[in-house]
């Protein structure tokens, strides 16, 4: 790719001088013409470079003032002037215009011989194509030499910086490190500003100088989306060259290619771990040397006891990636912060009826409450609060897996029903058990408003609440000083709903019998009204 100042490199225009528009010497040049005619930007072509004796306009050098104006319009990207023949001057307005616009205006030796000045051009184009021939095989075997190895986004870092002489860092659609040569330390601000480059330009090529470096940063695109990008860094500033930019832009098709192969290779793994999941919940594996080694190919240690949590996001990811990403983020975050070091993994994610399902293995367990905690705090942190998490009881064998299974996918259901959020134990649900696996759900009704159908009416015809003031009396054991402080009301206050409710009920609450049927009838109540 030719500029000006290339052109001026040549040997026949060593002596050319720039009289007017040096600002414009970076202009590209597509090729030379000679100037025959005075409307000459009719018959030129964006880019050329004019050479000229200004023969159209002997005689007329008022014609001369708007030349300069009308060439920059046709978007020509420069003008060569041989003076003394037909024009010994260049008017005042043109240089005036010349260097308004950042026209380079040329002055050339008295003896330049046109055709030398083009024929050296065409040759100088040649040489640099040729070069760039070569460039382009040579990038292409690399290139080739990493896909055919098989290689990786490391291999294609540290061969590309080999070229480049430069430092890369390889970046995916989030802005996070997946690859760098040589690696660099404290990675983050510079990733902090990447983003912000990336983000505010869209330029192919974005070059950026920053407090402790200058980047050269190239999106890398699969159809319309960017799928990462390849920067280019070292401390001092510094300009692509031509070769440079077509090394980068050859290397984007290595980069998509082991992106788009990473994502089938990750694809094909989750089906296999659904797969294998499935397997176990629905028995179609028994012997437990088969489950474990083939746990031990998708990096899990299959161990008992082993128990089944499952994950449900309201507001979770749509989009499968999205979805694949939030489970390998949590997997990740657990996995190095509770088992750092471990060979193999503690916890089993995947994907099963729009819930991520998660199998603990005996170490995952030892810490289950505080996991679980954790992962809540994750969920939080990305935004998505409304979730829910239940856990079954221990399996002992691979025969106990479909059941735990059940038991986590059916207090899920109840957790859902009940509105009821955090850590879930299906060996918590206490009396709920009972009360949900009863199928004729019209016989509980009866039997919850025969027991306090009058508070519950009492409470509808007086916008009241002393049902839920009740319930909490029962979950403090009958203590009205604790029931009242979680209901953050005065003590008399609830010493004097109390009463009231043994009104409505027309007896002591002191009654076993009584107040066992009463907080029976509540739970029924509660567990019937969120269905």
């Known amino acids: 790719m030719f500029r000006v100042q ?20 970076d202009r590209i040049v597509g090729d030379l013409s000679v100037m025959e005619v005075p409307d000459i930007e009719s018959y030129v072509r964006p880019g050329g470079f004019l050479l000229t004796t200004l023969y159209p306009f002997s005689g007329q050098p008022d014609s001369l003032e708007h030349l300069i104006l009308r060439l920059d319009a046709a978007r020509l990207s420069g003008i060569g002037v041989k003076l003394n023949r037909y024009v010994w001057d260049i008017p005042p307005a043109c240089l005036e215009q010349a260097d308004r616009l950042g026209f380079p205006l040329v002055i050339l030796p008295a003896d330049s011989d046109f055709s030398l000045h083009i024929n050296e051009y065409l040759s100088a184009c040649i040489r640099e194509n040729n070069k760039e021939l070569e460039h382009r095989n040579y990038v292409h075997g690399e290139m080739m030499d990493i896909l055919l190895r098989g290689g990786n986004l490391g291999d294609l870092a540290r061969i590309l910086s080999g070229i480049l002489h430069r430092a890369i860092l390889l970046i995916d659609q ?65 300009e692509l060259t031509r ?53 031990k190919m998708l990096k899990w240690r299959l161990s008992f006891p082993l128990s089944i949590l499952i994950l449900q996001i309201s507001n979770n990811a749509s989009g499968l990636r ?44 030892a810490v289950c409450d505080r996991a679980s905690d954790r992962i809540a705090g994750i969920l939080r942190e990305l935004g998505m609060d409304e979730f829910y998490m239940t856990l079954s009881r221990e399996a002992s064998s691979l025969s106990d897996i479909p059941k735990c299974y059940r038991e986590a996918r059916y207090t899920l259901e109840l957790a859902q029903q009940m509105k009821r959020h955090g850590l879930i134990k299906f060996r918590d649900l206490g009396i709920y058990r009972i009360i949900s696996s009863i199928q004729n759900q019209q016989d509980l009704w009866d039997f919850c408003m025969d027991t306090i159908g009058p508070l519950v009416e009492h409470d509808r015809r007086h916008n009241s609440d002393l049902v839920r003031t009740l319930e909490t009396v029962i979950d403090h054991g009958g203590n009205l000083k604790a029931a009242a402080a979680a209901l953050f009301i005065h003590y008399n206050t609830i010493r004097y709903r109390f009463r009231l409710i043994e009104k409505i009920f027309k007896k ?24």
């Not at 319309?224 to 510094?238: A, Q």
Request: hydrophobic share 45%; with cysteine.
């Open 6 to 25: 290339d052109l001026l490199e040549l040997p026949s225009f060593l002596d050319a001088a720039v009289v007017a528009g040096s600002s414009g010497l």
């Open 174 to 238: 989030d802005f996070s490190c997946i690859a760098s040569h040589p690696a660099r330390k404290g990675e983050g601000p510079l990733l902090e500003a990447l983003r912000r480059v990336c983000l505010e330009s869209t330029a192919e090529f974005q070059i950026a100088r920053l407090p402790d470096c200058c980047i050269a940063v190239y999106p890398v695109r699969y159809s319309s989306e960017n799928i990462g990008y390849i920067t280019v860094w070292e401390p001092d500033p510094f």
């Open 243 to 295: 070769l440079e930019q077509i090394t980068l832009q050859q290397f984007a098709i290595v980069f998509r290619v082991i992106i788009q192969h990473n994502i089938m290779v990750e694809n094909q793994e989750y089906r296999n771990q659904e797969l294998f999941f499935c397997d176990l919940i629905y028995s179609a594996v028994s012997e437990q040397e088969t489950a474990a080694a083939r746990a």
């Open 322 to 365: 999205e979805r694949q990403n939030l489970i390998r983020l949590l997997r990740e975050k657990i996995e190095w912060e509770f088992f750092p070091g471990a060979p193999l993994s503690n916890t089993f994610w995947v994907e099963i009826q729009s819930s991520i399902a998660v199998a603990l293995n005996d170490e995952a367990l």
């Open 508 to 531: 002591e609450l002191s009654d076993p019998v009584t107040y066992q049927n009463i907080s029976l009838a509540l739970k029924v109540y509660r567990f019937l009204s969120t269905e």
